[in-house]
């Protein structure tokens, strides 16, 4: 229990976990998302169901239990790292059909936050006002930011939002004690924070209005209710109510001398400097990015602030950083009634002119109204009396277009109560580290939110007219905001267009061609630019070649393949791609650029690099995808026949795969990317890459029901294998293109097995006959001609024993077997299906070893022994889980469900059927549909 009781949980705010003092590195978003959920239900399990719905909604994917079940063995892996091989997990245990978080109350900080609100409550109702202030203080610091602050998949999830809304009632009541008892400065910033949150609560209001007063600031009081008695005027249409009359008239009712050691520093030597920019008037969604800032303001807030709030908010050009800082800062002015200060730092400008530290601090000095002779000579000295004018002033200070941090550093204040806002295209990491900045990083528009933009510039009506062109816009676009607002404007400089004819042109003039403007700062290539020009020879010549990776992300090793470099020499230039957003590290090593993007590397590429050494690049990239990917396919199916490759260019990295849960993990993350070499290697002319490629595929594409791409990379093997005029390529693309026109049920799947075996006859290759002749029973099989079907097994049998491939004697043994209870001989059946199965076994074939155990239970069921028949269901089951095998995971669970059913296990059976439409709806399979029509009739027996 010392492991477990030394473990500590934080979700008030961003997830974190420490064992003793050091703290746990939890991986990847999704996994900590799972953590998150499971600590939150306070020790009671969560279901699969309930965490798939709370990751994905409406729309999982296909492999949404699979990514639980191994988030959760990943986890157990970093929470409990003494844990004993094959031993229960004690933490996070298996409990039904899901999970739960089992640690000691003081573990997790929600439970302490709870706790402690408890016993203020207890306190207070026993009179004792001051310590139940204290309590709820103490409570308040246990929070570090919004509830699982980092994980913005889980925004808007019931239970943070409740989590939310707890924390305000508590600030709240926080708020009033505090004035009770004398407190009322110290209470300020919570007040503040609430009314902030809920400008149209009147009873927030008042109280913020009352602890001005109790604080002796009674200015500021009578403008907070002339702010909110015009804000319910112009967005109510009503009058100020009782609460708020009842603190203005208490107001009325003082002297007019304001008292107590509260009372603000009148700023009557300067003027106050009000410098934003004009909000933008179309200003659309980011509401994630506004509430982290939301929640950075009142951590400002919350007790007495101990240092300087900075932000530094980063991104991409043209992502709308500035738009973002300036919007977010109209939110708040009203918190900082000294001043809002601006620059625009020319970090990036076309000019080439960054701005001076010296020239920003003397700016800012001059709109405090500072005489130039009491200005000092040196930046040094001019800071230091910038820091002094402002301190214990509540100012905002914005900071655009920042180039590094050293430029930052002069202007940021030296007291708290301030705020600073930092917008650059770099990530400032270096401000982070030192200077303790909160890094806020803006990503492209979601689709909802470019829409939301077109509607607010063009009118919701015009927008909703024409849906299919917007979407085309917005993909043209990228969801990148500049782009979308120059798409905008010129929608709205011709008014009769119609947005149909707008997609039309950007569609012909393509990528970024279509988004020039004769203003270089709303020109996309030319904002590019500025970012491109500032990076250093190594990373500027990544970046054009990640112009011709086809697919959406990269990992390193596939970067430095084409970059013909080792992985360790490829991750600086990564980090000054990610560092200037002209990249994102969306998970550690894995590497996402936007698509307009892609189109301004792969035009440099073009300009800037000869012919030669881009073929060069692409085949070190395409010898990385096969080399790893034939490794992964290994791991997932060491049983599988092989193929001979050639050894790999000099500067090809491969991945590091070792086991299994990898190799599975590395091929569906490389699965879009994969797809899209498969069509790259094609289109350049590398067809024995494009065949390879498409065989390296096949055990994921079948297991997880890609069929479609699965026909798609074959059709591409089999053109490759005619122009290389190799046989065996396109045997092996026949074969393969048939399990896709076997699962649909076509008719061309007998044409493609009959071209296949040919091949394999003119190669004298054995096997691969034999393993056409299996796939051919299986359309027999579908046709009901079982006996022609056991025919096909009995040649596939002989043929494999007479090439010594055990492998596929299994295959062929358990298929005899399961032909032979069709025909009906379920004594021969069995004994050729028990043979199968410990080949299998004997082999460590588990995919295998899950059809003997399916084939048993068939043929058990025959023989009327329905226990053991849902014994060998239940053993098919487990193994195609662990292997992957979705389609036939959902084939067990159907039957397992139809002899469930029949011997009046119906809620048992409901269960298993409804766990196999999942998979075969997912699939678009018409097996489906029997699904559902059982489901039905179990339905309606319940409801007669």
């Not at 500021?220 to 203005?248: C, K, M, S, T």
């Not at 112009?547 to 390193?556: E, F, K, M, Q, S």
């Not at 993350?669 to 494009?690: I, M, Q, S, W």
């Not at 003119?762 to 056409?772: F, M, V």
Request: hydrophobic share 45%.
């Amino acid at each position: 229990m010392d492991g477990v009781i030394a473990l500590r949980i934080q979700v008030l705010g961003p997830l974190r976990a420490w064992r003793g003092e050091e703290p746990v590195e939890l991986g990847r978003v999704g996994q900590r998302a799972v953590l998150g959920l499971l600590a939150l239900a306070g020790g009671q399990p969560l279901s699969r169901a309930e965490l798939v719905d709370a990751l994905w909604g409406d729309a999982p994917p296909p492999s949404a239990a699979n990514v639980i079940q191994t988030s959760v063995k990943h986890l157990r892996r970093l929470l409990e790292p003494d844990r004993p091989p094959r031993t229960p997990s004690a933490i996070l245990p298996a409990v039904g059909d899901g999970y739960a978080l089992r640690l000691p109350a003081e573990s997790v900080d929600l439970v302490r936050f709870r706790h402690l609100v408890s016993t203020a409550t207890g306190a207070q109702q026993a009179g004792d006002q001051r310590r139940a202030a204290e309590l709820l203080g103490e409570a308040l610091r246990l929070w570090h930011g919004g509830p699982l602050a980092d994980i913005t998949m889980l925004a808007g999830h019931p239970k943070l939002v409740a989590l939310a809304e707890e924390r305000r009632a508590i600030v709240g009541r926080y708020g009033e004690l505090m004035i009770a008892t004398g407190a009322a400065g110290e209470a300020l910033p919570a007040l503040e924070e609430v009314a902030a949150e809920q400008p149209l609560d009147e009873a927030a209001q008042a109280r913020l209005i009352r602890g001005y007063r109790a604080a002796g600031r009674r200015a500021q009081a009578f403008v907070a209710y002339d702010r909110i008695g015009h804000r319910l005027a112009d967005e109510l249409g009503v009058d100020p109510g009782p609460d708020l009359v009842a603190a203005h008239a208490s107001l009325l009712a003082e002297d007019e001398q304001p008292s107590g050691a509260g009372t603000p520093r009148v700023a009557a030597q300067y003027p106050v400097p009000s410098q934003l920019p004009a909000d933008v008037a179309s200003f659309t969604g980011r509401d994630s990015h506004l509430r982290q800032l939301d929640d950075l303001l009142a951590g400002m807030t919350t007790g007495r602030p101990r240092a300087v709030v900075i932000s530094a908010v980063s991104g991409t050009a043209g992502v709308g950083k500035t738009a973002l800082a300036v919007h977010f800062a109209h939110r708040v002015r009203h918190r900082f009634p000294d001043g809002q200060l601006y620059v625009n730092l020319r970090g990036f400008d076309p000019s080439g002119s960054v701005m001076s530290a010296a020239e920003a601090v003397r700016g800012f000095l001059d709109a405090f109204g500072v005489p130039a002779e009491r200005i000092p000579a040196s930046l040094h000295a001019q800071a230091a009396l910038y820091r002094s004018l402002i301190a214990d002033r509540r100012v905002l200070v914005l900071l655009d277009n920042a180039r590094d941090a050293e430029q930052v550093r002069p202007l940021l204040p030296g007291t708290p109560g301030c705020l600073v806002l930092v917008t650059s295209r770099n990530q400032l990491t270096s401000l982070v580290a030192t200077d303790g900045a909160h890094p806020v990083t803006l990503d492209l528009l979601s689709s909802t939110e470019a829409k939301a933009l077109l509607a607010r510039r063009l009118g919701a009506d015009r927008v909703a007219a024409e849906p299919d062109a917007v979407d085309e816009i917005i993909t043209m676009c990228a969801r990148l905001p500049l782009a979308v607002a120059i798409v905008a404007a010129r929608a709205t400089t011709h008014p009769g267009f119609p947005l149909t004819a707008l997609a039309d042109q950007l569609r012909a003039a393509g990528g970024l061609d279509a988004l020039t403007a004769d203003d270089p700062t709303s020109d996309v290539r030319t904002v590019f630019s500025w970012s491109y020009h500032a990076l250093t020879a190594p990373a500027a010549m990544l970046f054009r070649l990640l112009g011709l990776h086809p697919g959406a992300d990269i990992t390193a090793p596939a970067a430095a393949s084409l970059a013909g470099v080792p992985t360790a020499q490829v991750r600086q230039p990564l980090a000054e791609l990610v560092g200037a957003h002209l990249i994102t590290e969306r998970s550690p090593g894995r590497y996402v650029r936007h698509d307009l993007l892609r189109s301004y590397a792969t035009e440099l590429l073009h300009a800037r690099d000869t012919q030669q050494s881009r073929r060069a690049a692409l085949h070190r990239l395409l010898d990385h995808w096969v080399h790893t990917a034939h490794a992964a396919d290994r791991l997932l199916d060491p049983h599988r026949e092989q193929i001979a490759l050639a050894p790999p260019q000099p500067g090809v990295a491969q991945e590091a795969l070792v086991h299994h849960e990898q190799a599975l993990a590395w091929l569906t993350n490389e699965h879009p990317a994969l797809l899209a070499g498969v069509e790259a290697a094609a289109a350049e002319g590398f067809d024995t890459h494009t065949w390879q490629l498409a065989w390296a595929m096949t055990t994921l594409l079948e297991r997880g029901g890609h069929w479609h791409d699965l026909a798609a990379v074959q059709h591409a093997a089999l053109r490759a294998g005619e122009r290389l005029d190799d046989q065996r390529v396109r045997a092996h693309a026949h074969r393969r293109l048939a399990h896709f026109h076997i699962w649909f049920g076509r008719d061309e799947a007998e044409t493609h097995l009959l071209r296949a075996l040919d091949l394999y006859r003119d190669l004298g290759d054995g096997c691969g006959q034999a393993r056409t002749h299996l796939n051919l029973a299986v359309i027999c099989e579908r046709r009901g001609e079982h006996h022609a079907a056991l025919r096909h097994a009995e040649q596939a049998a002989g043929m494999f024993q007479h090439a010594g491939d055990r492998s596929g004697q299994a295959d062929a043994c358990n298929a005899v077997g399961w032909y032979q209870a069709h025909i009906g001989s379920p004594q021969d059946a069995l004994a050729h299906c028990q043979e199968a199965l410990r080949l299998y076994q004997s082999a460590g074939d588990e995919k295998g070893e899950s059809h003997a155990w399916d084939s048993l239970g068939f043929i058990y069921n025959l023989l009327g022994r329905q226990q053991e028949a849902i014994r060998c269901y239940r053993r098919a089951l487990a193994l195609r889980r662990k292997v992957g095998y979705r389609y036939f995971e959902a084939r067990a669970l159907h039957s397992l469900g139809d002899i469930q059913r029949a011997v009046g296990e119906v809620d048992s059976a409901r269960v298993a059927w409804q766990e196999a439409l999942v998979i075969l709806d997912a699939f678009g399979h018409p097996e489906a549909n029997q699904v559902r029509a059982k489901l039905h009739t179990v339905g309606a027996m319940s409801a007669g």
